[in-house]
């Protein structure tokens, strides 16, 4: 199986900056799509960022200009830097990936979330 596992999230000021970690581990044979979501008390889950195997990415209009999501592939990693925060950017955050992982001598599809970590916008 394949387990993600967040770091780096915590309290910040309104106009400051953070960074967001995530790292897969286990028998990962490729990861399609890694990315960002976002869960706010009282709302439902949505998209932050996220980030294909060839780089390409893609946005929330609301973040759009303030984030920017990276990814290392030979890592297995994938990062949130989050500039210009803002009180309603106040969320769990949630890495999430899907690719392939080996299971012996077979491998099978995965579709995994990470316990998330919070980042929470406050003066």
């Known amino acids: 199986q394949v387990q993600l596992v967040e770091s780096g999230g915590g309290l910040v000021q309104p106009a400051g900056s953070l960074r967001v970690d995530c790292a897969a581990s286990?028998?990962?044979?490729?990861?399609?799509?890694m990315g960002w979501y976002r869960q706010a008390p009282g709302k439902q889950r949505e998209l932050v960022a996220t980030?294909?195997?060839?780089?390409?990415?893609n946005y929330a209009d609301s973040v759009k200009g303030r984030f920017t999501i990276s990814r290392d592939n030979a890592e297995n990693t994938v990062h949130l830097q989050m500039n210009s925060l803002k009180p309603e950017d106040t969320a769990v955050y949630y890495c999430?990936?899907?690719?392939?992982?080996?299971?012996?001598?077979?491998?099978?599809?995965?579709?995994?979330w990470g316990q998330g970590t919070q980042v929470t916008v406050s003066s």
């Open positions: 999430h990936a899907v690719g392939t992982y080996y299971l012996g001598l077979i491998w099978r599809d995965f579709d995994t």
């Open positions: 980030t294909s195997s060839s780089g390409r990415t």
């Open positions: 286990g028998s990962i044979r490729s990861i399609n799509a």
